[in-house]
């Protein structure tokens, strides 16, 4: 996945990867939110005898199907699967006290409810992580954006856009990085 990215993207995936220590670092019984789960990426970081409530949700059954595997290979019977769309989550308002989102921002055409969304479910003072490509990429980034565009795809989200989406969530401490062409995401759901 690293050479892909790097060839096709020209990004480096390793601030993604940091991301994932937070999941080890979760305390007992905390909810961990991964939305768009995907095949499990974010697995690599679960421990089998972690004592968290791990909710991996997609739209996709052909995911939730691969990322199911992935959780059995490595014996992680604590998640739980979801057929979840992030622009409507099937969740209760404040049941996570950690939303991962990795690579799902670009790929709903309407985004701004998908932050929406995750702010919602997330519980005051829990935390967020996630990234996505961003609209300033690099030439070759804009092109590919395009091309996917004229295919029927989603186009990547502005970074003031995602920002501004995230406020409005009520994300503060809001940190995205880089914030041209790939961007990971971090920040805490406000307390009230």
């Known amino acids: 996945m690293r050479r892909v990215a790097r060839l096709v993207w020209g990004i480096d995936l390793a ?5 994932m220590r937070a999941i080890s670092e ?19 970081a679960l421990r089998a005898d972690q004592d968290v409530r791990y ?4 739209l996709s059954e052909q995911m939730l199907e691969r990322a199911k595997r992935r959780a059995e290979e490595r014996g992680l ?3 739980e699967f979801a057929l979840a769309d992030m622009q409507a989550l099937p969740f209760a308002d404040g ?7 990795y690579s799902g921002l670009h790929m ?12 919602r479910c997330l519980k005051p003072g829990g ?12 030439r070759r ?3 590919l954006f395009a091309v996917g565009h004229w295919l029927g795809h989603s186009v990547p989200p502005h970074v003031s856009d995602l920002r501004q989406w995230l406020d409005a969530a009520g994300i503060v401490d809001t940190v995205i990085e880089p914030a041209r062409g790939f961007g990971v995401f971090r920040g805490t759901k406000q307390i009230a």
């Open 141 to 143: 980034q804009r092109a």
């Open 108 to 119: 709903v055409d309407d985004p701004a409810s998908a932050v929406r969304e995750i702010g």
């Open 26 to 44: 979760a305390n007992d019984g905390a909810t961990i939110l991964d939305v768009p789960c995907g095949g499990g990426v974010a697995f690599r």
């Open 77 to 79: 019977g604590q998640v």
């Open 95 to 101: 049941i996570a006290d950690l939303v991962l989102s």
């Open 15 to 19: 601030p993604l990867y940091s991301t």
């Open 127 to 138: 935390k967020l992580l996630g990234c996505t490509l961003l609209a300033e990429g690099t």
């Open 55 to 58: 909710i991996a949700g997609d």
